[in-house]
C-alpha cells in the first residue's frame, strides 16, 4: 500500500531533473530558462543551443518518463516489496508524477518545461501503442501549422482520445491520460496567446505551407 505513496514521490524528484538544466550545467552553466521562449525543454534547447544539446536533453527528459512508467511500479525499492497489486493506478501516479516533477522541478526553484518528452516518455512506457498516433498528430500539426507548441497539445489530447476508444483501456490508464493532456494544454496556455496574437515563432523547417515565416 505504501508504494502508491512512495514510488509517485519517487518519479516527481526523477521528474525534477530537468534535462535542458542538466545540460546546461554540464555546458558551463548554461540555464536555457533566460534565452529564447524562457522555457527549459527541448524545442527551446535546439533553438537557443543546437542540435546535439538539444538531443540530450530529449534524452533525458523522455528517459525519466519511461523509467517513471516501465521500471518504477514494478521496482522492488528497500521497503517496499515490487508486488503488481494495484500496478495501473501505480503507473498513472508515477506518469503523472514524474510530468509535474518536470514542470515544477524541487531542484530549481518549481521552473521547469512544458513536459511533452517526458509525457512521451511516459506514454512509451504505460502504452506504447498510443504513442504512434499521438506522435502522427504532431508531426502532421507541425508541418501543417509551424506551430510545435499546438502540435503538442493536439499530441496529448490524441492520447486521451485513443485511451478513451481504445477496447480495454482500463481507468486508470483513461485517467492519465486525461490529466496529462488538460497538463500539456495548460502548460502551452502562452503560446496559445501567441497563435492568437500572430506573434508564435514557427518551425520553418518542417512547415511546407509557407516560405517566408517569421524566425525563431
Known amino acids: ?75 522492488a525499492l528497500p521497503g517496499l516489496a515490487a508486488g503488481a497489486h494495484g500496478r495501473e493506478w501505480l503507473v498513472a501516479a508515477c506518469g503523472l508524477a514524474v510530468i509535474l516533477g518536470h514542470l515544477y522541478p524541487l531542484w530549481y526553484g518549481f521552473r521547469g518545461g512544458k ?7 511516459a506514454v512509451l512506457g504505460a502504452a506504447p501503442l498510443l504513442l504512434l498516433p499521438m506522435l502522427a498528430v504532431w508531426l502532421l500539426t507541425v ?46 496556455r502562452s503560446n496559445i496567446a501567441r497563435m492568437f496574437a500572430g506573434t508564435e515563432p514557427r518551425a520553418r523547417r518542417l512547415w511546407l505551407l509557407g516560405t517566408h515565416t517569421r524566425s525563431s
Do not use: E
Open 115 to 121: 513536459g511533452v518528452a517526458t509525457l512521451i516518455g
Open 143 to 188: 508541418i501543417l501549422s509551424g506551430y510545435v507548441g499546438l502540435g503538442s497539445m493536439l499530441g496529448a489530447v490524441t492520447f486521451a482520445l485513443g485511451a478513451a476508444i481504445r477496447p480495454g483501456t482500463r481507468g486508470a490508464l483513461l485517467a492519465f491520460a486525461v490529466l496529462a493532456a488538460v497538463l500539456i494544454v495548460y502548460t502551452h
Open 1 to 75: 500500500m505504501m508504494s502508491i505513496i512512495v514510488k509517485p514521490v519517487v518519479a516527481y524528484l526523477l521528474g525534477s531533473l530537468v534535462g535542458g538544466l542538466l545540460v546546461g550545467r554540464l555546458r558551463g552553466g548554461v540555464d536555457i530558462r533566460r534565452m529564447g521562449s524562457g522555457n527549459a525543454g527541448g524545442t527551446n534547447a535546439l533553438r537557443t543551443q543546437g542540435k546535439l544539446f538539444a538531443f540530450w536533453v530529449l534524452l533525458i527528459d523522455i528517459g525519466k518518463g519511461w523509467l517513471a512508467t516501465a521500471v518504477l511500479p514494478a521496482a
